[in-house]
């Protein structure tokens, strides 16, 4: 989508007579964008001042295109300057520049975090992505979804310019940790306008007169085929992704479904219900890999970061992210997304699906944008795992958008279990020991799953670690009930958990998933660094807000972490509509454990805090005929 298209020679004309600002704004009226935001147009006269000095007087044709803010295709994101046209050898080639006004002694690379920076953003100091991780993403999505770029082709190169950014302050953007962004798109700074200059003249020496910026806006969107042979090669290689039973009855028929939406206009939506360890994200990622085959456009949508961060890394292997870095997203990513924009979006974790959008509150509700935004989507939920207040994933609320948007409906249900030892019976086990639901022959089964009791959280961890050596994964994981300091969030000598002499940190703040991280056996995971994933063998220490008193298995909101965001809000409930704030914080709490309870395949062990709750557990364990430490 073009809002703004002229050629080299119209674009220094406009600046010269002061009509840009309003070309860009008449441009964002006519395709019903509004005239820009206050910030923008700020940006828009400052950062085309600089690119104005860049290609005044240099050697790039008068008649090379340019175009401003470009949208890429099935995304919210634009990119700020297209320069098009022709190389030495007549390759058609289009540069992508990402414009920043960032301050040099205000931004800090954050070290452990994959591509991320620190800057001031929305009134404080915020992460987000490099310059030129940015520039090559955009690159990228264009490469993977845009026909004309695919088959002409058309070849991009993405630069970054930061034309307030002072030199001097060049490490902390230029380094190591960012070269393989910095070397894909390369990082132009204040006074380094003559090598941009120099580059752009490399890179354009004959002009094009827009065609190849009509060719991009015009092009058929379709995933490429190096994208389809990369995200089929990687399931190939990876046998925890093949399907079986219910599994492979769900995917056909999500599959069948998105088509029939592609071919007759249809919105609907496919409710797919599973507890612990039916292989819902492998479903999903399945569903995904084979609709980008079928030259379908889809996207695997999560709210929570783990399972979408683990299960890319799972499936790279030693390749490069950025080659499927875009299939995988945030729930919050189709606020503006404009209707049945995507053949397909699987939403895996549904249950965690939140009003609001963004870290600035934008957004009405994430099940009414995704069923919006997609023409088929997939939702797989299961309620017991809900475990936050913003939580509104239902089975009711989905069905409702669904019908106002005059969706179609079909529920399915996947049955198998994986996890457990393939034990159903521990799973109603579970919620009967947490008091969720009472289950007939609760303690009645015969277990072939390692569940054990130990007497301190030093000899569970031990025993985690000696399972993580014998296995494939194994983790130990908490309730929130002990704080997450800010300052040592990326220190491993940190202290967070503090038991008797039991001391260990909460999982690092660093890029690489916690669940799978080197070291991360000797930290302390919690729910929202595990859920959605599965282990061999899991430790969980329950906090003080889970207690046993006269009989029943009771709950401490007071006693969660203040830094522990699940339950913000709740104390101002109890003051408003204490029942519903009782029902809530139980609800939420139990859950939680039944989640941390049931992400091992092969074993369980538990030590509580409440000392009431560890003899209940004792005697709850000693009746299915386990051990106990």
């Known amino acids: 989508m073009l809002v703004y298209e002229n050629t080299k020679a119209g674009f220094l004309d406009d600046v010269l007579e002061d009509q840009l600002v309003p070309e860009i704004k008449r441009g964002y009226e006519s395709q019903g964008l509004g005239m820009g935001s206050t910030s923008e147009v700020r940006s828009w006269k400052n950062s085309f001042q600089y690119v104005f000095k860049v290609l005044s007087g240099s050697d790039v044709p008068p008649d090379a295109g340019v175009a401003i803010e470009f949208k890429i295709p099935l995304t919210s994101r634009r990119i700020d300057f297209l320069i098009s046209g022709y190389d030495e050898d007549d390759t058609a080639k289009v540069v992508v520049i990402e414009l920043k006004q960032w301050s040099g002694p205000e931004t800090e690379a954050v070290e452990g975090k994959d591509g991320i920076v620190k800057t001031p953003l929305g009134g404080g100091l915020r992460e987000t992505t490099h310059p030129s991780y940015q520039a090559t993403s955009y690159a990228q999505l264009l490469r993977d979804f845009n026909t004309t770029i695919q088959e002409k082709p058309i070849e991009l190169s993405p630069v970054a310019y930061l034309h307030n950014f002072e030199p001097q302050y060049r490490n902390r953007l230029d380094n190591d940790q960012y070269d393989p ?335 799978i991280a080197e070291g991360s056996i000797d930290e302390v995971g919690c729910i929202h660094t595990c859920q959605g994933l599965e282990f061999d063998y899991m430790g969980v220490i329950i906090g003080e807000d889970l207690k046993y008193r006269d009989g029943e298995i009771v709950v401490d909101h007071e006693a969660r972490a203040s830094s522990d965001r699940s339950l913000f809000g709740i104390k101002k409930m109890f003051d408003e509509e204490p029942e519903r704030a009782a029902d809530l914080a139980e609800e939420l709490i139990k859950n939680t454990y039944r989640t941390l309870m049931t992400r091992g395949m092969k074993g369980c062990y538990l030590y509580c805090c409440d000392d009431q709750l560890q003899e209940y557990l004792r005697t709850r364990i000693r009746a299915v005929s386990t051990g106990s430490e």
């Open 181 to 515: 962004y910095t070397e894909q798109a390369p990082l132009y700074l204040r006074g380094d306008a003559k090598k941009l200059r120099s580059f752009l003249e490399s890179q354009i020496r004959i002009g094009d007169d827009k065609a190849h910026l009509y060719e991009m806006n015009d092009g058929e969107i379709k995933p490429a085929k190096s994208l389809q042979d990369t995200l089929l090669g990687m399931l190939e290689d990876q046998d925890e992704f093949t399907l079986i039973d219910s599994q492979k009855v769900v995917f056909e028929r999500a599959v069948e479904l998105a088509q029939r939406s592609q071919q007759d206009g249809q919105k609907r939506v496919l409710l797919v219900e599973g507890g612990p360890g039916t292989g819902k994200t492998v479903v999903a990622i399945n569903i995904l890999a084979e609709l980008i085959s079928n030259d379908l456009f889809a996207q695997y949508v999560s709210k929570n970061r783990a399972p979408r961060e683990v299960y890319k890394e799972k499936l790279r292997g030693d390749k490069l992210v950025k080659e499927i870095e875009h299939l995988f997203t945030g729930a919050g990513s189709y606020v503006e997304t404009e209707a049945d924009t995507f053949p397909a979006l699987i939403a895996d974790e549904a249950h965690r699906l939140n009003e609001e959008s963004t870290f600035f509150g934008r957004g009405e509700n994430q099940i009414m944008e995704i069923i919006n935004a997609a023409t088929c989507s997939v939702f797989f939920i299961d309620e017991s795992q809900r475990v936050h207040i913003d939580d509104i994933g239902s089975k009711e609320e989905i069905e409702r958008h669904a019908r106002n948007m005059d969706a179609e409906i079909e529920h399915m249900t996947l049955e198998s279990q994986f996890r457990c030892n393939g034990s159903k019976g521990y799973l109603a086990w579970v919620d009967d020991v947490l008091e969720i639901r009472e289950t007939a022959n609760a303690d009645g089964f015969e277990l072939d799953f390692d569940l054990r009791l130990f007497d301190d959280p030093e000899t569970l961890h031990k025993a985690i670690a000696q399972r993580n050596e014998e296995t494939r994964l194994s983790r130990v994981v908490a309730g929130y009930c002990w704080e997450w300091d800010k300052e040592g969030r990326s220190d491993p000598d940190a202290v967070d958990i503090t038991i008797g002499d039991y001391e260990r940190s909460w999982n690092l703040d660093v890029s690489e998933p916690w669940a």
